[in-house]
């Protein structure tokens, strides 16, 4: 471990400081240091020397004699100078500026013990850093056998910051975050944010601290600073070639958490802004790494595939929210041939050929249109959409399955398949449901969770709604080892820190159908909601965890338990954060409705009229619109 020495500045002051003789003055002090100064300037060190000697008092004070000790260093006088330390030390045995220059002249000649013994004092001043570099040289000469991980341990914490203390440089005070880090404090970790960076690299680990802490405005602060740096420390580098290449690997990951910070923001559009960045920045460094470096090392330094194949999924995502169904087809159609095996990637190009096949009924004019051979620009736009081969998508996730086991695959495969078969019964399907079940068994009422979801559910929607309810629990039971006889709730919160966000939100679901409501709506907080204490007030906020479903049904308990005012703003929230127009119109329906129960007239059309908007096919909204229009009119005729 390299240390940074703190170079002990001594600079003389004009001021007088008490001493026994009064024939030594401020003017007879200086004055006597210029003539000694002219006098090593024109190489006449002897009358510099006797000069010194004359001058020397033990009751000076601490830097005048250290100014002394300077330009005997200067004349090379060693000896005499450590002598004035010396003497300065046992007179003023406590001052801190002699100490740390005693302590690093010491370090200099070799005697880290005394070196260690003295600067024990410096420890949380300003001189701090010559403490550090004495601790740390004692522990390596010790020989006993002294490792890299005993320096990682939460009692060098101190000597890290005393070491920033001394020298500025932020690698010792990510040594004090790295500690705490690794022992899972993350809150003590970002105390020792900085406020400046040393460079990139430095900007980017405490971007990283900072979206751990679920800060994430500042993570995408520290983002941008990183990205600003790396365009001048490339521009000022000496080896242009191999700065350029550590750029562009560290700008990769900059893009990808800073589009990262920005979903957890809600801000989808500057997410997706620095996942464009990212694409065409990858663009430009595939072609560049095919004329100046092609070499295995640089090609080690990229990021893990899946991290760049969650790039484009997430860029696909974004254009079929907004949809740009082309644009989402292409970023689609590279993602399962660029990563045949990545989940994630496969389901939503299944989910494309699910919905890009979906029929849409057309009214008697478009159907008379077609029969006539002519088509309208709505018509000419829907028939040149691009379609995926529901059986393309299926056998793209079978290659993968054979390859690799996944149940999340497995069950997305199940569902579109399903998607597709029309069943003559439900006792048909829930046959189909149970023999998924029996193959993928773990143990008595145990599955892997994406088993239990996928037969909970379909279960459920063929209106066995207490045999979903019986599985689910017996799951949850045994794979979180619920204590037989206790009451099933009580053990559900007890574990509930361990449980993955859909188990939660199906537990909410049956305490609804069950009349719990205030069971219910605890369950729905947790996964809707962060508390925690600021400015010793409770501050309460939505969790990136939240899903669309969880807010509006916790909206809908709210709303029927006389909580009108949390329904209102919970609702809103929805509104905000969806991407679905759908969802955004049903959000808004049910403002309007609970506007139009308070009489509040005004908003409530307001409400109306944006669900209307948005989806147009909101039946009940349009029939509460009409019937509050129809009532407004009567009542000014």
Known sequence: MKVKLLAAAIILTGCLFSCSKKSITVNSITGTFDEIDRDISLGQTQDAVNLLKKLDKPSLAPNVRLGIYRRYVQLGENEKAEKVLLSALKKNSNDKMLIAVYSNLLLKKGKIKEAYSLSKKLSGTKYGSIYAEALLRNEKSSGSGVTYMDYFVPDYIPVYADAYAGSLDNRWIRNCAAINLVRGELTQALKYHPENFDDTEDAFFWATVCYDNKKFVEAAEDLKKAKSIANIEIVDSADYYESKKKKQNLNLKIYSLLSDSYINLSEEKLAEEERSNLLSYLTLLDEDMTVTDT???????????????AIYLNSALWSLANEDYHGAYKLLKFEVEKWPDYAPGLIAYGNFAKNSNRAVVEDS????????????????????LPRVE???????????????????????????????????????????IYQVVERNTLGTHLYPPEIARYAVYGIYKCEKKEEAENLFNKYITRRYGFSSGSDFYDEFFRNISKMETW??????????????????????????FNEYLKNEKFVQEIS?????????????????????????????????RTQSYEVKS??????????????????ALKSLKYAVYLNPAHSKARLLLSQMEEALKNQVE
């Open 365 to 384: 004019l478009t159907q008379e249109l077609r029969r006539l051979g002519i088509k309208s620009m709505d018509m000419e736009a829907y028939d040149n």
């Open 295 to 309: 070499t295995e090392e640089f090609t080690n330094q990229m990021p893990k595939p899946d991290v760049m194949s």
């Open 390 to 432: 529901i059986a393309d998508a299926i056998a793209r996730m079978d290659d993968s399955l054979a390859r690799f086991k996944n149940y999340q695959l497995y069950v997305a495969r199940l569902d579109l398949e399903d998607s597709q078969t029309t069943w003559h019964s439900d006792v048909k399907h829930l046959a189909e």
């Open 503 to 528: 188990e939660i939100e199906y537990a909410a679901w049956f305490a609804t159908m069950n009349l719990k409501a205030s069971v219910a709506a605890n369950l729905y907080e947790y996964i809707v």
């Open 586 to 603: 049903e959000s808004l329906y049910r403002i309007g409705v609970l506007y139009y129960e308070r009489k509040n007239n005004e908003d």
């Open 544 to 576: 990136p965890r939240a899903t669309a479903s969880a807010m509006m049904n916790l909206a809908m308990i709210y709303s029927s338990t006389g909580k009108k005012d949390d329904a209102i703003k919970l609702y809103g929230k929805v509104s905000g």
